[in-house]
């Protein structure tokens, strides 16, 4: 078996390192500088170490480890504009079916999914959903799984939720953030 004299392999590692920046990193390296917890809902802020940009986000529930991956349920709602609400469900989502949300035992707002359990509210239906999580006590996620004749249930607790949601607010104001 030939070798390859080591010009050649110099010039592939250049190439290989120059194509890497020029197409960008893999994963972006991020610092949290700020982390806050009210009741079940999470305030999370991290800056980008390349671009400094800040980014802020307002999530429930609280990630646990060792515990089975729930429903993640995460508000984007910068000051001044539409809020969205979107999630994240565990397990193949029934595309079938819809999502729903209620609030206490509010009448529930539903959406459509992806596969992956991804969906969203946004607009009037996500700021009318925000205004009863402030005043309420639960909110219940309901979707269906591929090949299940009951849907499965998630009950986030909202005790905490104005208080994470305003101050979510704050942040992305003051840092000047991305939702």
């Known amino acids: 078996m030939r070798k390859l004299p080591i010009k050649l392999w110099v010039s592939v590692a250049g190439a290989s390192f120059a194509l890497m920046l020029i197409t960008g990193l893999p994963a972006r390296a991020q610092y ?16 980008d170490l ?3 940009q800040a ?30 609400i979107s999630f994240r469900l ?22 459509g999914t992806n596969r992956y359990g991804e969906g969203y509210w946004t607009g009037a239906v996500a700021t009318s959903l925000i205004q009863s999580m402030r005043a309420g006590n639960t909110l219940r996620l309901s979707w269906w799984l591929e090949g299940e004749s009951a849907p499965r249930t998630a009950i986030i607790g909202l005790a ?9 607010r704050n942040r992305v104001t003051a840092k000047g953030a991305r939702p």
Not at 68 to 79: C, E, H, M, Q, R
């Open 32 to 47: 949290v500088d700020y982390f806050t917890v009210d009741g079940e809902w999470s305030v999370t802020c991290a800056r």
């Open 50 to 52: 390349l671009s400094a």
């Open 90 to 111: 565990p397990g193949v989502v029934n595309t079938a079916k819809t999502v729903s949300a209620a609030v206490d035992d509010a009448p529930a707002v539903e959406s």
């Open 160 to 168: 905490g939720f104005a208080q994470a949601f305003d101050d979510y």
């Open 55 to 84: 980014t802020c986000n307002l999530s429930a529930p609280q990630l646990r480890l060792g515990q089975p991956s729930t429903a993640v349920l995460t508000i984007a709602a910068p000051s001044g504009t539409s809020p969205v």
